[in-house]
């Protein structure tokens, strides 16, 4: 009350702004600390980049290798334990290597005795006697019907006739299959002629096997070996065009 004008002077706004400004630092006080922070940002990515694809090349180069070594090793070592143990009670001896010779040795002689006439009597024999076993019977003629498919000499059997696609597992997609038959459907409104198409899932020897017409089969410029080699790969074997074709 007793203040003169002059001792009562008003707050003056740009003057609290220096002060607030001056008590902190300014936001270009703080660019060139955030340009450091970022700098050491874009290095470290690029560095995890480098090294990541560096990592995956040499799994890339390395997969193939590690792969085909251990599936070899496995081979020979699957098939040395057969006749290895049979020189070791013999001969007191162990030669790596000498049971896989043996091994292959006794398949090839298989091979030759079952193409002559005697071998051939007998192997029929040993299915007819198999064939008479209730469970073994189901497991040896499917066992039978994958080997035929390897079989060079079983030139009447065609497992896999033709390499196709079907529309599965719904409109808009395709997979690829293989025919492997026809079978004739007997109705009451006339015959359909319908095809077994195998489509693999896990496996070559591994999959559904689907009836269809022919309006529903997609016949394509592949034989039966790129086909299978398409599945083989994943799909990595896929060629730029497939071509639909009639036959």
Same mark, same amino acid.
Request: glycine share 8%; with cysteine; hydrophobic share 45%.
């Given at each position: 009350?007793?203040?003169?004008?002059?001792?009562?002077?008003?707050?003056?706004?740009?003057?609290?702004?220096?002060?607030?400004?001056?008590?902190?630092?300014?936001?270009? +006080?703080?660019?060139?600390?955030?340009?450091?922070?970022? +700098?050491?940002?874009?290095?470290?990515?690029?560095? +995890?980049?480098?090294?990541?694809?560096?990592?995956?090349?040499?799994?890339?180069?390395? $997969?193939?290798?590690?792969?085909?070594? %251990?599936?070899?090793?496995?081979?020979?070592?699957?098939?040395?334990? $057969? $006749?290895?143990?049979? %020189?070791?009670?013999?001969?007191?001896?162990?030669? $790596?290597?000498?049971?896989?010779?043996? +091994?292959?040795?006794?398949?090839?002689?298989?091979?030759?005795?079952?193409?002559?006439?005697?071998?051939? @009597?007998?192997?029929?024999?040993?299915?007819?006697? *198999?064939?008479?076993?209730?469970?073994?019977?189901?497991?040896?003629?499917?066992?039978?019907?994958?080997?035929?498919?390897?079989?060079?000499?079983?030139?009447?059997?065609?497992?896999?006739?033709?390499?196709?696609? *079907?529309?599965?597992?719904?409109?808009?997609?395709?997979?690829?299959?293989?025919?492997?038959?026809?079978?004739?459907?007997?109705?009451?409104?006339?015959?359909?002629?319908?095809?077994?198409?195998?489509?693999?899932?896990?496996?070559?020897?591994?999959?559904?096997?689907? @009836?269809?017409?022919?309006?529903?089969? *997609?016949?394509?410029?592949?034989?039966?070996?790129?086909?299978?080699?398409?599945?083989?790969?994943?799909?990595?074997?896929?060629?730029?065009?497939?071509?639909? *074709?009639?036959?």
């Amino acid at each position: 009350m007793g203040k003169s004008e002059e001792e009562i002077q008003p707050l003056n706004p740009e003057d609290s702004l220096v002060e607030i400004t001056n008590g902190e630092d300014s936001p270009k +006080s703080k660019s060139p600390r955030h340009g450091h922070s970022t +700098s050491k940002e874009v290095a470290s990515a690029v560095t +995890s980049s480098w090294v990541s694809r560096r990592f995956l090349s040499g799994c890339a180069v390395l $997969f193939p290798l590690v792969v085909t070594v %251990y599936v070899t090793w496995w081979f020979l070592t699957f098939f040395d334990n $057969f $006749f290895s143990p049979v %020189y070791e009670a013999l001969f007191g001896f162990h030669v $790596f290597g000498l049971g896989f010779v043996t +091994s292959m040795a006794f398949i090839f002689c298989t091979g030759v005795f079952v193409s002559s006439w005697l071998g051939s @009597l007998l192997l029929q024999v040993g299915e007819w006697i *198999i064939k008479k076993l209730p469970l073994v019977k189901h497991i040896y003629s499917a066992a039978k019907q994958v080997s035929a498919a390897v079989n060079p000499a079983n030139e009447t059997t065609q497992s896999f006739r033709e390499c196709v696609l *079907i529309r599965h597992p719904r409109n808009g997609e395709y997979a690829f299959g293989f025919i492997t038959g026809s079978t004739l459907l007997q109705d009451v409104h006339g015959d359909v002629q319908l095809f077994s198409v195998y489509v693999p899932t896990n496996h070559i020897y591994v999959g559904d096997v689907f @009836l269809l017409g022919k309006q529903d089969i *997609i016949k394509v410029n592949l034989s039966v070996r790129e086909g299978l080699e398409i599945v083989v790969s994943v799909g990595m074997a896929l060629p730029q065009n497939l071509m639909s *074709i009639q036959r």
